[in-house]
């Protein structure tokens, strides 16, 4: 369990899998807690569903508030090394949105977490409103954070 101060309430995001005839679309990626044996939480509840996280193909962030980022990437306890959670899948990323979180590195975002993105050749950023593959359809909303998007 994440310990927490004292008067602190716990909020997160719970990540929705959506599975295509062409994907396994991720849709956020929770706060990246690892559960008692050190495995990301989040791979865990895809295992115990019958998912291999690799089979992940499209990561689709919304924004990168640590709530909803915070599995982007994860730290090997052995190495330090910082990975992306979903390595064989394609992240999608508002580009601006990117910029701000390193920007604003702190309460909100975590630039540790997030700053490999952009670094990585797997991370496609994009824009204002898009679509992806021919049936994705994203929209730049900007209204929970100043570059918030849907998919």
């Known amino acids: 369990m994440q310990q927490r101060g004292p008067g602190a309430l716990l909020v997160e995001i719970q990540p929705f899998l959506v599975i295509t ?3 396994y679309l991720l849709c956020d990626t929770g706060l990246g807690f690892r559960n008692n044996d050190g495995i990301l939480q989040l791979h865990q509840n895809l ?5 291999n996280p690799l089979e992940i193909t ?10 909803h ?3 982007v990437s994860t730290k090997d306890p052995v190495t330090g090394e910082r990975t992306l959670s979903f390595p ?9 949105e990117m910029q701000y979180a390193i920007e604003q590195d702190g ?6 977490e997030v700053g490999l993105l ?3 050749d797997n991370v496609q950023f994009i824009d204002n409103n898009g679509t992806i593959d021919g049936y994705i359809h994203y929209e730049f909303t900007g209204g929970h954070c100043p570059y918030h998007q849907c998919s």
């Open 88 to 96: 064989h899948a394609t992240y999608y990323v508002n580009g601006r």
């Open 107 to 112: 309460k909100s975002y975590l630039a540790d």
């Open 21 to 23: 005839d062409k994907d």
């Open 47 to 51: 295992i115990d569903n019958g998912i």
């Open 69 to 71: 980022a915070g599995g």
């Open 118 to 120: 952009p670094q990585r």
């Open 58 to 67: 499209k990561v689709l962030m919304s924004h990168l508030h640590k709530d």
